[in-house]
């Protein structure tokens, strides 16, 4: 039996569009995952979703579904308008925070869903939050090891990203009586105003107007070269960065 | 038309194939814009908004061993590629690789270039590489496939993505696709206008596997050596390089069932080369 091109034409078409048709009444065309996370093999949680497969397609509404947290709680945590929050896909987020010094993204909110529901998440790898989700997670039981890993992994939000990644710039008088903030931009500035956290160097708190006794007096100890992270210095000298940064930030809150 | 046997007007090429490529083409593309213009809020009603992944009967292959162990797809792959990588496997099966020669729109581009390059080149082209060197090249692909298989396996992510030419040729306005698919698809582009789907030839893991139904498939290209005039012609028109005119069947674990070899294209004698079933009449 000799074939030639124009039935073979025919017969590729068939048999794609065919078996698709018959595959979509079967069921089993799908061309999206079904949005179930994958759960725990063993262990403790066995059984539970994992968030370590949440993937860059699910929506806040399908983090939801698979975990139980509101995404008005996500929305506020990554901070998205809650209307829509719902169908706001994970993977937005890396675009969102595109000018944070570090990555927030799918990665970011895994670590949020395990921390907020108290589920194990490998703590070896950098993933990043924002502070509006650093605050919410605050609240919940966290080990002493997490919340090491928090302060350490804390990011500005988006609107303060934009403008520097590190500390927001004190608004000078000029533009603070022009602008007419919104209501999430003034909570997020009211939340990375001025704050102490893993990546402040000494000469942010100089800037903050605190001067180098005081800085002295608090530590116990001289100041290192001003560019030195509190915290590295902290950890360098045996110093509980915890106690030194609530000692500090009575200091910088006194100069606001 | 024909006078004994011999025809006086035959086609140049499978001119039906390049209709088949444009369609297959012109409808991964669409749907690959598609799928970003949905995922910015907006797309075209009647179309399919699946991701390129969703519609690769490769990715489905490369997912079989966590599916198996595991039961779940490796990331981004769904349902839908499995069922693909089946129909292209029937076909294959049937009529050797037709996904290579018909359908894959990497192929096609390839052929696109290379339209240039027989223009430039004339006859030298798709015979730079020397003979020896070209055979041994031609195994590269499967080395590739062990590669893919084996970093998809032990990371359960798609890591070919990030190599992949024909991901990143429908990808390449988004911020998905990696710089090393990048560059090597500008390689395969600017090596087809030497060699003839320079890709398919060394480096395409999916043409691996699908070549390997060459060695049973159903239909083969087959020479009737009664009326052969053995002018060569097939085997110069051949775009992987076969040589059509020194077998009796052809068996290649590189033909990609094209038919541009066959007396409904080059071979200037009817019925002499053919693609059909059990032994020659
Ligand atoms: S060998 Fe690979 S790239 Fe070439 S046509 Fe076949 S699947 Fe496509
Ligand atoms: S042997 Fe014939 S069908 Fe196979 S690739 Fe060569 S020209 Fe195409």
Excluded at chain 1, 71 to 94: N, P, R, Y
Excluded at chain 2, 29 to 38: D, P, Q, R, S, Y
Excluded at chain 2, 71 to 97: C, D, N, R, Y
Aim: hydrophobic share 45%.
């Amino acid at each position: 039996m000799n074939l030639t091109s124009k039935p073979l034409a025919a017969i590729i078409f068939i048999v794609f569009f065919g078996g698709i048709a018959i595959s979509t009444v079967m069921g089993s065309w799908q061309t999206e995952s079904s949005k179930e996370a994958a759960t725990y093999t063993e262990g403790e949680f066995a059984g539970q979703s994992n968030p370590a497969d949440i993937r860059g397609s699910y929506t806040f509404g399908d983090v939801e579904k698979n975990f139980d947290i509101p995404s008005s709680v996500l929305a506020q945590a990554f901070g998205i308008e809650s209307d829509g929050a719902a169908t706001f896909a994970v993977k937005g987020l890396e675009e969102m925070y595109a000018a944070s010094e570090f990555e927030i993204g799918t990665g970011s909110v895994r670590l949020f869903v395990a921390l907020y529901k108290g589920l194990p998440f490998d703590l070896s790898v950098d993933t990043y939050l924002p502070e509006d989700a650093a605050a919410l997670l605050k609240d919940r039981n966290l080990t002493p090891e997490q919340s090491v890993y928090l302060e350490a992994h804390t990011v500005p939000n988006p609107a303060a990203a934009t403008d520097s990644p590190v500390v927001d710039p004190v608004p000078t008088a000029e533009s603070a009586s022009e602008a007419v903030p919104t209501q999430s931009a003034a909570t997020s500035e009211a939340l990375t105003e001025n704050l102490i956290k893993g990546k402040t160097t000494f000469q942010e708190i100089l800037d903050w107007g605190v001067s180098q006794e005081i800085i002295e007096q608090v530590m116990g100890a001289p100041m290192p070269n001003p560019l030195t992270k509190v915290k590295d210095y902290c950890t360098e000298k045996g110093l509980d960065f915890e106690t030194i940064k609530v000692a500090l930030q009575v200091e910088v809150d006194k100069m606001k | 038309m024909k006078i004994f046997g011999k025809r006086l007007f035959r086609p140049r090429s499978i001119w039906i194939r390049r209709v088949v490529q444009w369609f297959f083409f012109l409808l991964i593309a669409l749907i690959a814009v598609n799928h970003t213009l949905v995922e910015n809020g907006g797309g075209i009603a009647f179309l399919s908004t699946a991701s390129l992944h969703a519609l690769c009967p490769f990715g489905g292959v490369v997912t079989i061993y966590q599916y198996l162990t595991v039961g779940t797809f490796v990331q981004k792959i769904h349902e839908s590629s499995f069922v693909l990588m089946i129909l292209a496997f029937v076909l294959s099966i049937l009529f050797g690789p037709v996904f290579c020669g018909w359908v894959c729109p990497m192929g096609t581009v390839q052929e696109w270039v290379s339209m240039l390059g027989k223009k430039i080149f004339r006859r030298k082209f798709n015979h730079f590489v020397p003979e020896k060197l070209d055979k041994a090249l031609r195994y590269l692909r499967y080395l590739v496939l062990v590669w893919v298989i084996y970093v998809t396996a032990t990371s359960g992510t798609l890591i070919f993505a990030e190599y992949d030419p024909y991901f990143a040729l429908f990808n390449f306005w988004t911020s998905e696709v990696a710089v090393a698919g990048l560059v090597i698809l500008g390689v395969t582009l600017l090596l087809s206008l030497f060699v003839e789907r320079p890709w398919c030839k060394y480096a395409c893991p999916y043409g691996a596997v699908l070549g390997v139904t060459n060695l049973f498939r159903v239909f083969q290209i087959r020479r009737v050596e009664s009326t052969c005039k053995n002018d060569g012609a097939c085997s110069i028109m051949c775009p992987m390089n076969i040589p059509v005119d020194v077998v009796k069947t052809v068996r290649d674990h590189q033909c990609i069932s094209c038919l541009e070899c066959t007396s409904e294209a080059i071979c200037p004698v009817a019925k002499t080369v053919v693609f059909n079933v059990g032994g020659v009449k």
